[in-house]
């Protein structure tokens, strides 16, 4: 897979898809429960679904992890499923599902940052240029209706969707430090249950008032989000990490947003504003930029051939 770009590209824009479809699916189901109870519901489905999976493919064991190997997927699982997914949930109670998908893609900023600093990776000039673009366009997509006219409530829960792209920066370095040698579906189903199960807890003392109720709309989100945009999406994004370098591959979730704001206009009626409409196309040239260097690369091995 690692020499196979329509491999690649296809997986990244399944994982956009995915990711951009799920936001306003999660801001559906705020409307039948509780933040903390959905996503606890949401990431112990899809974990167990990869639990299922794998018993038939791999028969995984506890023992198959060391003792230090477990501390990182304690660590990993509540930097990636509990800290981002739990300021995630609450921010959309405050802030447009669209919009919280493209703060949230923030998360390149912050990764290419630390990636040099903690994985010796290098940025090259198309990489740099590519995410100064891609963040212009997230700038011009936030624009004023942030900056100017929010509410308390918007501005705690955008500083909620930033914190949380710095957690999932924090977490996609550490699984490159810690955890990339092992087996890429388990440390996801893993450290998915223990993010999941520990969302029972605020659950338990804060939620417990409130009634779950379930309808086709809440069963469908939890289930799309638990099985398809956790299980099998970040089971993708764990493997394209081993393959391609941390910083191309975030950059090319920036094409998410774009995602979350055209499902965001269709299922929820969220406003698609020409100001939009600019910052997408400023993302996607971004990507495309990005990646220019390394299809010439490959160009230039054709022809020597």
Known sequence: MQDNKLIIGSYIFLIAVSWGF??????????YMGPFTFSALRF??????LLVFLMFLYRPSLSSFSRKEWGSLIVLGFLQTFAVFGFITYAL?????????????TMPIWSSILAPLFLKETMTKQNAFGLLLGT??????????????SSIQNIIGILLVLLAAICWASATIYLRLKLSHANQLAVNAYQMLLGGVVFFIPALFLESDQTIHWTKESTFAVLFTGIVAS????????????????????ISTMLVPVFGVI?????????????????????????????VRFRRKQNKKIISH
Request: hydrophobic content about 55%; charged content about 10%; aromatic content about 14%.
């Open 231 to 250: 299980a099998l999406c970040f089971s993708l994004w764990y493997s394209l990490l081993k393959i391609i370098n941390t910083v191309t591959a975030t």
């Open 44 to 49: 112990v489905t899809g974990g167990l679904t």
């Open 93 to 105: 109670m405050f802030v447009e599902a669209g919009k919280t998908s493209i703060i949230l893609y």
């Open 22 to 31: 799920s936001w306003p699916l999660i801001k559906i189901g705020l409307d």
């Open 263 to 291: 499902f965001g206009n269709l299922l929820l009626n969220e406003a698609f504003t020409f100001p939009m409409a600019i910052g997408g196309l400023c993302i996607l040239s971004g990507i495309f930029i990005s990646q």
């Open 136 to 149: 212009a366009g997230l700038i011009f997509i936030i624009g004023n209706d942030i900056f100017l006219t």
